[in-house]
């Protein structure tokens, strides 16, 4: 238990420095980043299904990405609530759907993005206003 806790707190800072870097650039150019992120995480688990041979697991993924990705582009078109909600709910994804055991992903995985993803989908719902009709 330890060890998932310390995992999820590296998450979290490594979700601080994500926010970090994002911030450097310009608002429009830090959704799209915030965007990218999201499809990347989840096409980390189909990567990692692809290597591990994880063939029962891997459409569960694949839709995972579809469903991540779709979060990302709906961000960009209609609103970066989307893209907040995306990250959030990929960390319920990790949570839910990947125990230690099944999960295609190394075991501490998970837990790193139970750090991770919050912060970045918290921050990107607080500040979606600084993201509309910018450039």
Same mark, same amino acid.
């Given at each position: 238990?330890?060890?998932?806790?310390?995992?999820?707190?590296?998450?979290?800072?490594?979700?601080?420095?994500?926010?970090?870097?994002?911030?450097?650039?310009?608002?429009?150019?830090e959704?799209?980043?915030? =965007? &990218?992120?999201?499809?990347? *995480?989840?096409?980390?688990?189909?990567?990692? #299904?692809?290597?591990?041979?994880? !063939? %029962?697991?891997?459409?569960?993924?694949?839709?995972?990405?579809?469903?991540?990705?779709?979060?990302s582009?709906?961000?960009?078109?209609?609103?970066?609530?989307?893209?907040?909600?995306?990250?959030?709910?990929?960390?319920?994804?990790?949570?839910?759907?990947?125990?230690? =055991? &099944?999960?295609?992903?190394? *075991?501490?995985?998970?837990?790193?993005?139970? #750090?991770?993803?919050?912060?970045? !989908? %918290?921050?990107?719902?607080?500040?979606?206003?600084?993201?509309?009709?910018?450039?």
């Amino acid at each position: 238990m330890l060890a998932s806790w310390s995992t999820a707190l590296l998450g979290l800072l490594l979700g601080v420095v994500f926010l970090v870097i994002s911030r450097r650039r310009p608002p429009r150019s830090e959704l799209r980043f915030y =965007a &990218a992120g999201l499809a990347v *995480a989840a096409l980390i688990y189909v990567a990692f #299904g692809s290597f591990r041979h994880a !063939g %029962v697991q891997l459409p569960m993924e694949l839709v995972g990405l579809a469903i991540f990705s779709a979060a990302s582009w709906a961000g960009l078109r209609w609103g970066p609530a989307w893209i907040g909600l995306g990250w959030i709910a990929h960390m319920s994804w990790d949570l839910l759907l990947h125990s230690p =055991a &099944a999960a295609p992903v190394p *075991a501490w995985y998970p837990s790193l993005c139970a #750090g991770f993803d919050p912060v970045v !989908g %918290v921050y990107v719902l607080i500040v979606s206003g600084r993201f509309r009709g910018k450039p």
